[in-house]
């Protein structure tokens, strides 16, 4: 599914195009695709919020599939292998942020499914060292969401300095939040969640939260942490009161909304801290494959087939899908 223009995602831009299948090169492997998970990043992509990087661009970077080729070099990967794809695809490796455990802010990173071509497709071909093996507890349509919405969330709740015992405030409750819950109520961390929506809060509720509600000021206490996964800055204000002193708020999204201006003493003060969340690291996918295997993670999805990735992203937009849209495109 090839996005030939930037366009709102009800004008169903991306088209299906017969294209030739791509060739590993030095260091490269190929995955024959066998699903694609949909994740907000794709309609900021595709809809224009984030600035445009290719055009034509085949979208997608929660991807599982199977080796089928190998590029010279590579040493690692052996064909037939499972093996997964996410958003950061390569880094310069060389950079004081790559040497320094940082290569999540590389100023040369490339991403999956916008500087290169993603996984909405048959193929798709990426460096061997930045593909994950999936552990076998996951079969792979319930595997593609811990590749981006899995990743993320579980650096933004690092990022949140979450307290085992304590309590936890997850603002939004899409894809990664409903993943981040499972881990954090693994860890024995309360979960509070704000959903506008009552199927997410039901859902949430199934997951093992205390507590749901649709705003913030109805949150019945004040939390040690909390993720913001919604993109709206207006949020940020009432998140940070909801801590309580010393807390930190994690902002998981790659786009947010304008934040309004905020009163030093009700939501900065007493060491309160504002943290954002910049892409992930490869120990970061490592670590959450790891964790997500031994609690185990119970990712919710919604199957579309791969034509329909208009409607599969329409839905996430209106707010219709528990968890994650995922794109079958090949047998497991």
Same mark, same amino acid.
């Given at each position: 599914?090839?996005?030939?223009?930037?366009?709102?995602?009800?004008?169903?831009?991306?088209?299906?195009?017969?294209?030739?299948?791509?060739?590993?090169?030095?260091?490269?492997?190929?995955?024959?695709?066998?699903?694609?998970?949909?994740?907000?990043?794709?309609?900021?992509?595709?809809?224009?919020?984030?600035?445009?990087?290719?055009?034509?661009?085949?979208?997608?970077?929660?991807?599982?599939?199977?080796?089928?080729?190998?590029?010279?070099?590579?040493?690692?990967?052996?064909?037939?292998?499972?093996?997964?794809?996410?958003?950061?695809?390569?880094?310069? =490796?060389?950079? !004081? *942020?790559?040497?320094?455990?940082? +290569? %999540?802010?590389?100023?040369? &990173? @490339?991403?999956? #499914?916008?500087?290169?071509?993603?996984?909405?497709?048959?193929?798709?071909?990426?460096?061997?060292?930045?593909?994950?093996?999936?552990?076998?507890?996951?079969?792979?349509?319930?595997?593609?969401?811990?590749?981006?919405?899995?990743?993320?969330?579980?650096?933004?709740?690092?990022?949140?300095?979450?307290?085992?015992?304590?309590?936890?405030?997850?603002?939004?409750?899409?894809?990664?939040?409903?993943?981040?819950?499972?881990?954090?109520?693994?860890? =024995?961390?309360? !979960? *509070?969640?704000?959903?506008?929506? +009552? %199927?997410?809060?039901?859902? &949430? @509720?199934?997951? #093992?939260?205390?507590?749901?509600?649709?705003?913030?000021?109805?949150?019945?206490?004040?939390?040690?942490?909390?993720?913001?996964?919604?993109?709206?800055?207006?949020?940020?204000?009432?998140?940070?009161?909801?801590?309580?002193?010393?807390?930190?708020?994690?902002?998981?999204?790659?786009?947010?909304?304008?934040?309004?201006?905020?009163?030093?003493?009700?939501?900065?003060?007493?060491?309160?801290?504002?943290?954002?969340?910049?892409?992930?690291?490869?120990?970061?996918?490592?670590?959450?494959?790891?964790?997500?295997?031994?609690?185990?993670?119970?990712?919710?999805?919604?199957?579309?087939?791969?034509?329909?990735?208009?409607?599969?992203?329409?839905?996430?937009?209106?707010?219709?899908?528990?968890?994650?849209?995922?794109?079958?495109?090949?047998?497991?």
């Amino acid at each position: 599914m090839v996005l030939p223009a930037l366009k709102p995602i009800e004008e169903n831009p991306l088209e299906l195009h017969e294209v030739a299948a791509p060739q590993p090169r030095e260091g490269e492997i190929r995955l024959r695709v066998q699903c694609c998970g949909t994740c907000r990043t794709d309609l900021h992509v595709i809809e224009g919020d984030l600035p445009q990087k290719k055009l034509p661009l085949i979208p997608g970077h929660e991807i599982v599939g199977v080796v089928d080729a190998l590029g010279p070099g590579c040493r690692k990967a052996r064909e037939g292998q499972r093996m997964g794809i996410a958003w950061l695809r390569c880094t310069c =490796g060389r950079c !004081a *942020f790559c040497k320094g455990g940082q +290569e %999540n802010l590389c100023e040369s &990173a @490339r991403f999956t #499914g916008y500087h290169e071509h993603g996984g909405y497709a048959e193929y798709t071909v990426v460096r061997e060292d930045f593909a994950y093996e999936i552990p076998d507890v996951f079969d792979s349509i319930h595997a593609a969401p811990l590749l981006c919405a899995g990743i993320i969330g579980y650096r933004a709740l690092e990022r949140a300095r979450p307290v085992v015992g304590g309590s936890i405030a997850l603002y939004g409750f899409g894809s990664s939040a409903h993943v981040v819950l499972q881990i954090a109520r693994h860890r =024995g961390i309360r !979960a *509070f969640v704000v959903s506008r929506r +009552e %199927n997410h809060r039901q859902l &949430a @509720r199934e997951l #093992g939260a205390e507590w749901t509600g649709a705003s913030a000021a109805s949150m019945p206490e004040r939390v040690d942490s909390a993720i913001l996964f919604a993109p709206v800055g207006s949020l940020i204000p009432q998140a940070l009161e909801g801590l309580k002193k010393g807390g930190t708020l994690a902002v998981a999204g790659i786009y947010l909304t304008d934040i309004p201006s905020m009163r030093y003493e009700d939501h900065l003060f007493y060491e309160r801290d504002l943290r954002s969340v910049t892409s992930n690291t490869r120990e970061d996918a490592h670590a959450l494959l790891k964790e997500a295997g031994e609690v185990p993670v119970k990712t919710c999805t919604a199957t579309y087939p791969l034509e329909e990735a208009n409607r599969a992203l329409q839905d996430m937009k209106a707010g219709h899908v528990n968890g994650t849209g995922v794109l079958v495109i090949g047998e497991e």
